[in-house]
Structures are given as structure tokens and as C-alpha cells.
């Protein structure tokens, strides 16, 4: 779908600031960033449907202690939007220090600004399991195997 520049410009804004402010309680209120059918895929999840995506941003409350994205670029190009971010969090169980997962998300509008496609690009090995205690060595020791 294709909107005038300034109108995709300021769709963008608004989902960024957003996306930046996210809390649990704006979760009762996902229907003004998507619509009804929108669809989500992530390394985790591909679900469709605003009641999933919704339990999708519960989960991460409830799993993660301080939760927060940091858009650190915003390109929006017709309806199709890119973001890059990091994301910033503590694990809630085992007391680990601040963590970030760096990724990318593309972003497809509907007519009126909110989202109807969400894509997130991340890489989950080099960005969560090479974190953690056990499975962190074996994913390091493949990587420097799999190297040229």
C-alpha cells in the first residue's frame, strides 16, 4: 500500500514514540498501533490477529524486567516502514545484568497508519543464546568452527 510521504512520516513518528513508551498498560490499547488482522513474525512467533500479538507484548512483561526499545533509526518509504532498535531488558528469573538484542523490523501500514505487517529481524543465537551459560559455549564453539 502506498501513502504520501508525509502522511507515512508521521505514521512512522507515532509508532516509534510508541514503540519507545511501550508499558503494560498501553497493551489494552495495541488496537491503535494495529489492526484487527494484522500479522506478527519474529524468531519465535508468527501469529496473526491483534489478541496475539497483544499476548505476545504480555508475555514480554511478564518474563522480562525492564523492557524498552530504543529506536535507533526510522526510514519510511510509501507504506512500508523500517526500524532499527535495540532492545533492553533483564532477565526476570536468575538475576542476570542488562541485556540488548539488536534487530531490525519492517513494518507494512494499512491506509489509516497503524501497522498491518510486523517483521523482526534478529539474530537469536548470536543475540540470546550466546548469553546464556550452558548453551553460550556451544553456540560460540560452533561459530568459530563454522568461520572461514
Same mark, same amino acid.
Not at 497493551?27 to 499476548?55: C, M, S, W
Not at 529481524?121 to 572461514?148: C, I, N, S
Given at each position: &500500500?502506498? &501513502?504520501?510521504?508525509?502522511?507515512? *512520516?508521521?505514521?512512522?513518528?507515532? /509508532?516509534?514514540?510508541?514503540?519507545?513508551? #511501550?508499558?503494560?498498560? *498501553?497493551?489494552?490499547?495495541?488496537?491503535?498501533?494495529?489492526?484487527?488482522?494484522?500479522? %506478527?513474525? *519474529?524468531?519465535?512467533?508468527?501469529?496473526? !490477529?491483534?489478541?496475539?500479538?497483544?499476548? /505476545? %507484548?504480555?508475555?514480554? %512483561?511478564?518474563?522480562?524486567? !525492564?523492557?524498552? %526499545?530504543?529506536?535507533?533509526?526510522?526510514?519510511?518509504?510509501?507504506? @512500508?516502514?523500517?526500524? @532499527?532498535?535495540?532492545?533492553?531488558?533483564?532477565?526476570?528469573? +536468575? +538475576?542476570?545484568?542488562?541485556?540488548? /538484542?539488536? +534487530?531490525?523490523?519492517?513494518?507494512?501500514?494499512?491506509?489509516?497508519?497503524? /501497522?498491518?505487517?510486523?517483521?523482526?529481524?534478529?539474530? @537469536?543465537?548470536?543475540? #540470546?543464546?550466546?548469553?546464556?551459560?550452558?548453551? !553460550?559455549?556451544?553456540?560460540?564453539?560452533?561459530?568459530?568452527?563454522?568461520?572461514?
Amino acid at each position: &500500500m502506498s &501513502m504520501d510521504p508525509a502522511q507515512a *512520516d508521521a505514521a512512522l513518528a507515532r /509508532i516509534v514514540a510508541r514503540f519507545e513508551a #511501550l508499558a503494560p498498560a *498501553d497493551l489494552d490499547r495495541l488496537h491503535e498501533l494495529y489492526t484487527e488482522d494484522a500479522a %506478527f513474525k *519474529d524468531p519465535f512467533n508468527e501469529v496473526q !490477529g491483534l489478541a496475539a500479538i497483544r499476548r /505476545i %507484548f504480555g508475555h514480554m %512483561f511478564d518474563t522480562l524486567d !525492564g523492557p524498552r %526499545f530504543v529506536v535507533t533509526e526510522a526510514v519510511a518509504r510509501g507504506g @512500508a516502514c523500517w526500524l @532499527a532498535w535495540d532492545f533492553h531488558y533483564r532477565m526476570r528469573r +536468575g +538475576g542476570r545484568s542488562a541485556q540488548t /538484542i539488536r +534487530g531490525a523490523s519492517r513494518l507494512a501500514l494499512a491506509a489509516d497508519g497503524r /501497522i498491518a505487517v510486523h517483521r523482526d529481524y534478529w539474530d @537469536a543465537a548470536e543475540e #540470546l543464546y550466546e548469553k546464556l551459560p550452558l548453551v !553460550g559455549g556451544l553456540m560460540r564453539w560452533l561459530k568459530r568452527r563454522a568461520r572461514a
